[in-house]
């Protein structure tokens, strides 16, 4: 590099130093994006849902409970265009609704930047049985969730998850990789798992009305292409006796 003027030598030289300084920090920016889900309460009666985030968030778009759809897809209104959900919300005005075609209704959305946390408390307490189908979190439009620096989540992009559900005493499910994987309640007590419906299966399990004598034992059979290891998103209500905590063959990831 030539200069005529060793002042403007300087002054080059300092912009070229400060933007190399910046150029690391652009390379390793990330956007914000949902990295795990809780939910409070029990099978019966969960009142809050707790979202968890990759980094800091914007307050202000992650405390509006218009960027978090959870719930269950309704059913086909009728001929006539109106829902039983609509004539009972009519009759319970002006009570705020709890569930609003088929999604849930929060009361608040509190955003906690200490653990990069949403958490959704419902106008009241709903059944996971029924409602725990779906959740969308909002990329795109007004409610879109951003970062303090107003990168919008996922790039501009909606977070959805579907999942499924099964319940019984004993139950089977095939992960990512092709384990097979089995749970199995003896003595008192009801296995209730919600699975997600692509990638890793990942379920949420409740386990309700067990008694001492209940014991819940999960085994892994390790496929060709599998490392032999199951991811359990929550366990909620598990008897006092288990091996989930325990085996090497299980990842459970909250209580």
């Not at 003027?5 to 910046?22: D, F, M, N, T, Y």
């Not at 707790?50 to 086909?76: M, V, W």
Request: charged share 15%; with cysteine; aromatic share 8%.
């Amino acid at each position: 590099m030539y200069c005529s003027k060793p002042s403007a030598c300087g002054q080059i030289a300092s912009h070229i130093s400060a933007v190399e300084r910046l150029e690391p920090r652009r390379l390793l920016s990330t956007v914000p994006a949902l990295t795990g889900m809780e939910l409070a309460g029990g099978v019966k009666g969960v009142d809050q849902v707790i979202l968890s985030f990759n980094e800091s968030l914007d307050p202000t778009t992650a405390q509006q409970p218009q960027s978090f759809i959870f719930g269950r897809i309704p059913p086909s209104p009728a001929n006539n265009g109106i829902t039983v959900g609509q004539v009972l919300g009519f009759l319970a005005q002006p009570k705020p609704r709890a569930i609003k075609d088929g999604k849930i209704q929060w009361s608040s959305a509190v955003y906690n930047d200490a653990n990069h946390t949403v958490t959704l408390t419902a106008i009241k307490p709903f059944r996971a049985t029924t409602y725990f189908r779906l959740l969308r979190v909002k990329g795109t439009g007004n409610y879109a969730v951003k970062d303090p620096q107003g990168d919008v989540l996922n790039g501009g992009a909606d977070t959805l998850i579907h999942w499924s559900y099964h319940n019984g005493q004993t139950l089977r499910y095939t992960d990512s990789d092709g384990d097979h994987i089995t749970l199995s309640l003896k003595g008192p007590g009801h296995i209730y798992a919600f699975y997600r419906r692509t990638g890793d299966p990942a379920p949420t399990i409740f386990v309700a009305n067990t008694k001492a004598k209940s014991v819940l034992t999960g085994t892994v059979k390790q496929s060709a292409t599998g490392d032999g290891v199951a991811h359990i998103a929550q366990l909620i209500g598990a008897p006092a006796k288990t091996n989930l905590f325990t085996s090497s063959q299980f990842v459970v990831g909250s209580t």
